[in-house]
């Protein structure tokens, strides 16, 4: 089947030979991936999770750094039994790793670079919790800067992140044997110590870290990656009558009418009633009786100089562009424009 296709370049291959490629592009066959939780707990057995953030009236945007040391400082006195854990999490493009302080030794872990931020600063915690389980001292205060890790931990549910279950059961353990532990937000680079220090460990990593990459994270690198190739093939297009609308692909705004929305996509891709009607009915195509040529949607909006007197009172200019009538967020007066000129209906 390859020398089938090798010769025939125009045929589409079998979907799975179109995926080897990708596969071995994003070297998928050298990644374990974690496809379910390996923690779900019972209704009634449900962890309870919560954390303190004693910088919570402050913001880090109006706050002088020097305001949030004092206010640690502070809260350290008010926790000085606890011994004080901090962790970080980094990412690059090439690069993920994240970092744990505890008793001023710096643990450092590189993780697989398909993992999110999110899982790194989560697996921070995690590893922070299972080097704690061992230690003599019982009380003990985890500091984090990740707002969304410690969210996601105090709002459980059955398909959460994996280490988010990981983390509330390890916590469950450790709180059944006789630890305290406080799970504490801290903003990241306020010149805090410690939070310096597991960002500096988290960025410099070498030990690498066996674990199994959350089948969310792999999701969203495959999706990355297929948009990547499609922006690629799409910017190739220049002669595509649609790409000088919308040259970066994604999402636009729908409008608040299907109608209105049905519209303005026939009038994105040059296709309407009124100028491709004839194609169905086996007719002529509709010509402009001033112009000579055969009616088109660009024909219509800007070349034809029976509409300039409204183009001028509608657009306030008589050049325009495809995008600045159609584009990702289309001229107020466009449907005006249309109906003024008796286009509107027969879109």
Not at 24 to 43: A, G, K
Not at 304 to 333: A, M, Q, W
Request: proline share 5%; glycine share 4%.
């Amino acid at each position: 089947m390859k020398r089938f296709y090798d010769a025939r370049p125009s045929n589409i291959r079998p979907f799975m030979d179109r995926m080897k490629l990708h596969i071995s592009e994003l070297d998928l066959p050298n990644v374990h991936i974690q496809q379910r939780n390996l923690f779900l707990f019972q209704p009634w057995n449900t962890p309870r999770f919560h954390y303190i953030n004693p910088i919570a009236i402050y913001s880090k945007s109006t706050v002088a750094p020097v305001v949030f040391q004092r206010v640690f400082a502070y809260h350290r006195s008010q926790y000085s039994s606890y011994s004080a854990i901090y962790t970080d999490g980094s990412k690059r493009a090439d690069y993920v790793g994240c970092g744990v302080v505890i008793e001023d030794i710096m643990h450092g872990y590189r993780l697989e670079t398909s993992c999110s931020i999110f899982t790194a600063e989560a697996v921070a915690i995690y590893r922070a919790l299972q080097l704690i389980d061992s230690h003599m001292p019982r009380k003990f205060c985890i500091y984090t800067d990740s707002m969304s890790v410690l969210e996601a931990l105090e709002n459980y549910h059955d398909c959460c992140h994996p280490v988010v279950c990981t983390i509330l059961d390890i916590t469950s353990r450790l709180y059944s044997k006789g630890f305290d532990i406080v799970f504490c937000w801290l903003p990241s680079h306020v010149g805090i110590i410690g939070n310096e220090q597991a960002d500096s460990a988290a960025k410099s990593a070498t030990t690498h870290l066996s674990l199994a990459v959350p089948l969310s994270d792999m999701k969203r690198v495959i999706m990355h990656h297929i948009f990547k190739i499609w922006q690629e093939s799409w910017s190739r297009q220049l002669d595509n009558k649609l790409h000088s609308v919308k040259p970066v692909i994604g999402a636009w705004p729908v409008m608040p009418m299907r109608r209105t929305d049905v519209k303005l996509t026939r009038l994105r891709i040059g296709h309407t009633r009124f100028t491709h009607r004839h194609l169905l009915f086996g007719e002529r195509a509709p010509e402009c009786p001033s112009c000579n040529v055969s009616y088109t949607v660009h024909h219509i909006l800007f070349d034809c100089p029976v509409f300039n007197h409204h183009r001028i009172t509608f657009f306030h200019k008589s050049v325009l562009t495809l995008s600045d009538l159609v584009g990702e967020s289309p001229h107020l007066n466009l449907f005006a424009f249309m109906k003024k000129i008796g286009f509107l209906y027969f879109i």
